[in-house]
């Protein structure tokens, strides 16, 4: 590049040279691109779960046999805290919110996300409220007070170790994140759609992503609201949850459980919507009862929210209170039911492929379901009073959302990552993936339902040697070991195929929507340009002008 004189004055001065093109692991950390920003919400999400992972599998050599003195007491409640907060606010919310990031805007026919700097700051602030709560550990002790931080026992006075304090700011620095996270996508899915993408025709994981980015901003505000008062409780002797200064712990679980019961719809609505892709993809079939599906969708973010008091069945309310919350816990399975019947009526009579992401699909049905009735057994609050803090308990949390969410960004990812990558992960490390976690999944929860109803109470570090306990312990901490050895399989088809798998294409699945219509990896700039837009499978429509879906529509 030459150099010029400077007008009016004669004076030669430089051109101003190109800056060099950022590099290396600085392009990363400083991008606003959505797809990196995915990307890294991913990996944060794969460390948090190893972590989290070990922190289970701790748990579990602890629990093996009657009497174990592998953890003391004060050890394992922080390791139970850590590994709860950990699987809830650190790996659940944000691999979704990840696989969102990704995925929406190639969904829509978007360049980017609405507001990009937004995008990252509020990945970045994920980061830092996760790696200030695991600080906690070298700064005095983690929490110990479980992941949801009950009061009194997460009051100063019960609580004397800066864990609390940690666990409060670290949610707290998460929490504004995914509201940030959570208004992006809405923008974005909202403004930014292609000509033609009318919301009837949006895919049903986004708009499985638009319910859940609401209920982000009507409930994790109570989380947080909470948080912040639980701080000022601690360090300046406020009295908001304090019962013997005119506060109340119940208010504690009020607030907490506003925000808690939709989490549960705000981690599993967006496995729902991978699974409505997945599985008529797999299918050679469109989704059955599309309306209805995205109705259902919409009426459990609304009904969500009027359920929360069921988790407070023996704080006792009363029975007039317990009924109504009873009626309505019951009331909400029937749109959760209506998608399980579209999923079964999509695959019936179709072209199965059984691909690594349509078995664990078709396992989601199958664990989630199982999940979803002992939920409905909870919801019967004279039951729930017999098997509330036992693992009762803990066998249905996980069949909900490890069985239901986990299996489904597995199926998720299995059928996203040839578009992320460009490359094709191993269908036969896949299967080994899939059968080990299923086998270690059942092994460990199953066994938990018999726990709890012969008298196990969950948060405990040791057990008694009671007839049939040690046993199934024991078999519960086998399959553990063997989900862990699952998870590791994943991992090593995730670093296998990337350096050596087979090229994937730009739409290997012979897809319908619009992220297959791109490059795999995509451009920075996402599309050189997108296909009419008349349906809800515009590829489709491509593929077979002589019959496109468009003339089919109501």
Same mark, same amino acid.
């Given at each position: 590049?030459?150099?010029?004189?400077?007008?009016?004055?004669?004076?030669?001065?430089?051109?101003?040279?190109?800056?060099?093109?950022?590099?290396?692991?600085?392009?990363?950390?400083?991008?606003?691109?959505?797809?990196?920003?995915?990307?890294?919400?991913?990996?944060?999400?794969?460390?948090?779960?190893?972590?989290?992972?070990?922190?289970?599998?701790?748990?579990?050599?602890?629990?093996?046999?009657?009497?174990?003195?592998?953890?003391?007491?004060?050890?394992?409640?922080?390791?139970?805290?850590?590994?709860?907060?950990?699987?809830?606010?650190?790996?659940?919310?944000?691999?979704?919110?990840?696989?969102?990031?990704?995925?929406?805007?190639?969904?829509?026919?978007?360049?980017?996300?609405?507001?990009?700097?937004?995008?990252?700051?509020?990945?970045?602030?994920?980061?830092?409220?996760?790696?200030?709560?695991?600080?906690?550990?070298?700064?005095?002790?983690?929490?110990?007070?479980?992941?949801?931080?009950?009061?009194?026992?997460?009051?100063?006075?019960?609580?004397?170790?800066?864990?609390?304090?940690?666990?409060?700011?670290?949610?707290?620095?998460?929490?504004?994140?995914?509201?940030?996270?959570?208004?992006?996508?809405?923008?974005?899915?909202?403004?930014?759609?292609?000509?033609?993408?009318?919301?009837?025709?949006?895919?049903?994981?986004?708009?499985?992503?638009?319910?859940?980015?609401?209920?982000?901003?009507?409930?994790?505000?109570?989380?947080?609201?909470?948080?912040?008062?639980?701080?000022?409780?601690?360090?300046?002797?406020?009295?908001?949850?304090?019962?013997?200064?005119?506060?109340?712990?119940?208010?504690?679980?009020?607030?907490?459980?506003?925000?808690?019961?939709?989490? %549960?719809?705000?981690?599993?609505?967006?496995?729902?919507?991978?699974?409505?892709?997945?599985?008529?993809?797999?299918?050679?079939?469109?989704?059955?009862?599309?309306?209805?599906?995205?109705?259902?969708?919409?009426?459990?973010?609304?009904?969500?929210?009027?359920?929360?008091?069921?988790?407070?069945?023996?704080?006792?309310?009363?029975?007039?209170?317990?009924?109504?919350?009873?009626?309505?816990?019951?009331?909400?399975? %029937?749109?959760?039911?209506?998608?399980?019947?579209?999923?079964?009526?999509?695959?019936?009579?179709?072209?199965?492929?059984?691909?690594?992401?349509?078995?664990?699909?078709?396992?989601?049905?199958?664990?989630?379901?199982?999940?979803?009735?002992?939920?409905?057994?909870?919801? %019967?609050?004279?039951?729930?009073?017999?098997?509330?803090?036992?693992?009762?308990?803990?066998?249905?949390?996980?069949?909900?959302?490890?069985?239901?969410?986990?299996?489904?960004?597995?199926?998720?990812?299995?059928?996203?990552?040839?578009?992320?990558?460009?490359?094709?992960?191993?269908?036969?490390?896949?299967?080994?993936?899939?059968?080990?976690?299923?086998?270690?999944?059942?092994?460990?929860?199953?066994?938990?339902?018999?726990?709890?109803?012969?008298?196990?109470?969950?948060?405990?570090?040791?057990?008694?040697?009671?007839?049939?306990?040690?046993?199934?312990?024991?078999?519960?901490?086998?399959?553990?070991?063997?989900?862990?050895?699952?998870?590791?399989?994943?991992?090593?088809?995730?670093?296998?195929?990337?350096?050596?798998?087979?090229?994937?294409?730009?739409?290997?699945?012979?897809?319908?929507?619009?992220?297959?219509?791109?490059?795999?990896?995509?451009?920075?700039?996402?599309?050189?340009?997108?296909?009419?837009?008349?349906?809800?499978?515009?590829?489709?429509?491509?593929?077979?002008?002589?019959?496109?879906?468009?003339?089919?529509?109501?």
């Amino acid at each position: 590049m030459s150099d010029v004189p400077f007008p009016g004055t004669g004076e030669v001065l430089p051109l101003a040279r190109p800056k060099e093109p950022v590099t290396g692991l600085l392009a990363w950390v400083s991008s606003v691109d959505h797809k990196k920003i995915g990307i890294m919400y991913l990996l944060a999400s794969l460390v948090f779960f190893g972590a989290g992972g070990i922190e289970a599998l701790l748990i579990r050599i602890q629990l093996a046999w009657p009497m174990n003195t592998f953890l003391s007491p004060r050890t394992f409640d922080q390791i139970f805290t850590m590994h709860g907060t950990t699987m809830i606010f650190l790996v659940a919310v944000p691999v979704l919110t990840g696989i969102a990031n990704y995925l929406v805007p190639l969904m829509i026919g978007a360049s980017d996300v609405a507001f990009p700097r937004l995008n990252a700051l509020s990945l970045w602030l994920l980061m830092f409220g996760g790696l200030l709560l695991y600080f906690s550990f070298i700064a005095g002790g983690a929490p110990a007070a479980g992941w949801f931080s009950y009061a009194p026992l997460s009051e100063k006075a019960y609580s004397t170790s800066p864990g609390v304090d940690y666990y409060s700011l670290g949610l707290l620095i998460a929490g504004i994140g995914s509201v940030i996270a959570a208004i992006n996508l809405i923008v974005t899915i909202i403004k930014l759609r292609a000509p033609g993408l009318s919301v009837r025709r949006l895919p049903l994981f986004v708009w499985m992503v638009l319910v859940t980015q609401i209920l982000i901003i009507l409930a994790l505000p109570a989380l947080n609201a909470s948080l912040v008062m639980l701080l000022i409780d601690r360090r300046l002797n406020a009295h908001f949850f304090q019962a013997q200064s005119g506060g109340s712990a119940i208010l504690w679980q009020h607030f907490f459980w506003a925000f808690g019961h939709p989490e %549960v719809y705000i981690v599993v609505l967006p496995a729902f919507g991978m699974i409505s892709e997945v599985i008529p993809v797999f299918s050679r079939k469109p989704i059955f009862g599309y309306e209805y599906v995205a109705a259902s969708t919409v009426a459990i973010g609304a009904l969500g929210f009027l359920v929360w008091a069921h988790h407070m069945f023996v704080v006792g309310l009363g029975h007039s209170i317990d009924t109504m919350f009873a009626i309505s816990s019951m009331l909400i399975a %029937v749109p959760t039911g209506v998608k399980i019947f579209n999923w079964i009526a999509t695959m019936w009579n179709g072209s199965i492929r059984l691909t690594t992401a349509m078995l664990f699909a078709v396992a989601f049905l199958i664990v989630f379901t199982i999940g979803g009735l002992s939920g409905v057994t909870l919801a %019967v609050f004279p039951i729930d009073w017999q098997v509330t803090d036992t693992y009762y308990l803990v066998a249905h949390l996980h069949y909900v959302l490890f069985g239901g969410t986990v299996f489904g960004i597995f199926a998720g990812l299995y059928y996203w990552f040839p578009k992320m990558s460009g490359r094709m992960l191993s269908e036969k490390l896949g299967r080994w993936h899939f059968w080990t976690m299923l086998i270690g999944f059942n092994m460990t929860f199953f066994v938990m339902h018999f726990l709890g109803l012969m008298g196990m109470t969950r948060r405990v570090y040791t057990y008694p040697n009671l007839p049939g306990w040690g046993l199934l312990n024991m078999i519960a901490t086998i399959g553990a070991v063997i989900m862990g050895i699952s998870s590791l399989i994943f991992l090593c088809n995730i670093v296998v195929s990337l350096r050596q798998g087979e090229v994937a294409g730009d739409n290997p699945w012979d897809g319908w929507s619009l992220e297959w219509a791109t490059t795999s990896p995509p451009p920075v700039h996402n599309f050189d340009r997108i296909p009419p837009i008349r349906s809800r499978r515009p590829l489709w429509d491509l593929a077979h002008p002589e019959n496109p879906d468009w003339k089919h529509e109501h």
